[in-house]
């Protein structure tokens, strides 16, 4: 778990490949249930919305994961949530009986240069393509997007801080060592 563009998907495969265990993405289970995006169910139906579809989609991954005897001393699957996952209580729930929470911790330089690199800025100078947290602030210049991501960010590392079993920094480094690291600092 952690914020937009720390890695949770890309880091989430290459474990689970290494563990050979199922990979789960709760944003792609999301989209394959709804027909929709993450980001377009809150766009169009709301945060509420978006927070039932999310917690149904912890619910699918839930069912398919087998854990016996209230055993979790080994790794049954990988599961990457979405970025806002940590507020979103109920989803949180259905998840921590499953195993240990990872939060990958993105340097907040690397994440902000990644959202500003996907950002667009139409004829008119709107920005768009940001994530919602965002966009509904109306950022006017890209420095408005960075002084938005730095609240959003201090506000998220806390939140994650207090919900992760371990918290793990990462850096901007190959993705194969950042791999090393959480496994070094999940025991796994």
């Known amino acids: 778990m952690g914020i937009k563009h720390c ?3 890309t880091q989430g495969r290459l474990l689970a490949e290494k563990l050979g265990v199922p990979f789960f993405d709760t944003d792609k289970i999301i989209e394959d249930e709804t027909g929709m ?3 377009e ?3 169009t139906s709301g945060e509420e919305a978006f927070k039932k579809a999310e917690v149904q989609a912890c619910a699918s991954v839930a069912e398919k994961i087998k854990v016996g005897d209230d055993n979790l001393s080994s790794v049954t ?6 970025g ?3 507020n979103n209580t109920n989803a949180i729930d259905v998840l921590r009986p499953l195993g240990k929470f990872v939060f990958l911790v993105a340097q907040e330089k690397t994440a902000a240069d990644r959202i500003i690199r996907e950002a667009k800025v139409s004829d ?3 920005i768009t393509n940001l994530p919602a947290y965002i ?6 210049t890209m420095d408005d997007v960075r002084a938005l991501f730095h609240e959003f960010y201090e506000e998220r590392v806390s939140i994650y801080s207090k919900l992760a079993d371990v918290c793990v920094r990462m850096d901007n480094a190959p993705k194969y060592v950042n791999m090393q690291r959480i496994l070094a600092a999940s025991k796994f």
Do not use: E, H, L
């Open 77 to 82: 699957a990988v599961i990457a949530t979405g």
């Open 41 to 43: 169910i809150y766009a």
């Open 135 to 140: 966009a509904k602030k109306n950022p006017a």
């Open 84 to 86: 806002g996952i940590c």
């Open 37 to 39: 995006t993450a980001r």
């Open 124 to 126: 008119d100078g709107k």
């Open 7 to 9: 890695g949770k998907s």
